[in-house]
């Protein structure tokens, strides 16, 4: 896949931050932009921005709550409804909860099923569309937050042993995992799937928790990059000549990072794997 013109982009998380910045420029650079939003009115803006942004009136919104499996199933629904190919899935929504939230449709704790069942589901549901258009691209979005992560997943609730960094690391750590085996399932299919950490960006991320918002993150602020710099590592794996055909990759800064072993534990990986099938009611 060289270049990403004409190419057709799903990005997740697209109302602000990092998403709305990569979902531009993909736009800009010539990609047929579907966005992906939880609100209505923040995803109606960042839609007609991009189009006033770029000169275009095609790009399309999807809205989607990735704290309910049912949402997610509507919008893959929704996009799958149409005959139309998709190139790239950028998988970039995400949430970071101080304190343990249970999701109120599907009773799990939030950081987990909307930072990883929300990719894993979204993903297997549109996957024989990525499949069908390749070459394709799933480029998930996760964070160096994943060496905090304990890799106990059997307890996906964390009932009475709720961190908020370490439920978040846990979460990211399952995004890396996921990566590394959707890519080894998909060896040989032409599509590629790839990990990315933004770095620490100075946006709204995580602004719903009241400390974070009023403390942490102004003093912080003065240290963190830009959402234009945080985006690159998205933008360079989505549209990238440069990583064609490779997968499996966890990149930084637009360069590859190695990983440590808890997240590429094959055993693990297949662990997760079985659990989110469950947990997602897909079958196996």
Known sequence: MSGIEGRSVMVTGASSGIGRVAAEELAKRGARLILVCRDPARGSAARDEICAACGRDDVELLLCDFASQASIRKAASEFLASPGRLHVLLNNAGVFNARRRISAEDGLEETFAVNHLGYFLLTTLLLERIVTSAP???????????????????????????????????????????????????????????????????????????????????????????????????????????????????????KELALLPLARDRAAAQRLWTLSERLTGLPR
């Open 136 to 254: 394709a691209r799933i480029v998930n979005v996760a964070s160096e937050a994943y060496r905090s992560g304990d890799g106990d997943f059997e307890d996906p609730n964390r009932e009475g042993r709720y961190r908020g960094m370490r439920s978040y690391g846990r979460s990211k750590l399952a995004n890396l995992l996921f990566t590394c085996e959707l890519a080894a399932r998909l060896e040989g299919s032409g599509v590629t799937v790839n990990a990315l950490h933004p770095g620490f960006v100075a946006s709204g991320f995580g602004a719903n928790n009241k400390l974070l918002r009023r403390v942490v993150k102004p003093l912080m602020r003065p240290f963190g990059r830009s959402p234009e710099r945080g985006a690159e590592s998205s933008i360079y794996l989505c549209a990238s000549p440069e990583v064609e055909g490779q997968s499996g990759g966890y990149y930084y800064d637009c």
